[in-house]
């Protein structure tokens, strides 16, 4: 069992930047497919970001591509997303999630909810013009 507990969200202005954390209750260094994904008012839950623990392998979706990074931290059994650049539409709940397992390479499969089994209970940021 792994427990996630996000931190970081807040409110920032067009073009700010926030840094996301999610420390994990157990190590995350052997195997596990560690990921960030959002879901604003009226949208379904999409993946954002994506890192394979074991490789450090990453994927981003399209949308946030050049403006965050994923990274992790072994020792600290915590995985960050630096989000630059901040637009109104990543105005968003953002959750940290995890499976064992690397990431799938085809994105269709890596970004289904449903193929998480571990979630944290969400962090807002909200983005304003």
């Known amino acids: 069992q792994v427990q996630l507990l996000e931190s970081g969200g807040g409110s920032v202005q067009a073009g700010g930047s926030l840094r996301l954390s999610c420390v994990a209750s157990?190590?995350?260094?052997?195997?596990?497919?560690m990921a960030w994904f959002r879901q604003g008012p009226g949208k379904e839950r999409e993946g954002v970001a994506h890192?394979?623990?074991?490789?450090?392998?990453?994927y981003y979706a399209d949308s946030v591509k050049g403006r965050f990074t994923i990274s992790q931290d072994n020792a600290k059994n915590t995985v960050y997303l630096q989000m630059n650049s901040l637009k109104p539409e990543d105005t968003a709940m953002y959750y940290c999630?995890?499976?064992?397992?690397?990431?799938?390479?085809?994105?269709?499969?890596?970004?289904?909810?449903?193929?998480?089994?571990?979630w944290g209970q969400g962090t807002q940021v909200t983005v304003s013009s």
């Open positions: 999630a995890a499976h064992y397992g690397g990431c799938a390479v085809v994105a269709g499969f890596r970004n289904i909810p449903a193929r998480y089994n571990y």
């Open positions: 890192v394979s623990t074991s490789e450090s392998t990453t």
């Open positions: 157990r190590s995350i260094y052997s195997g596990y497919c």
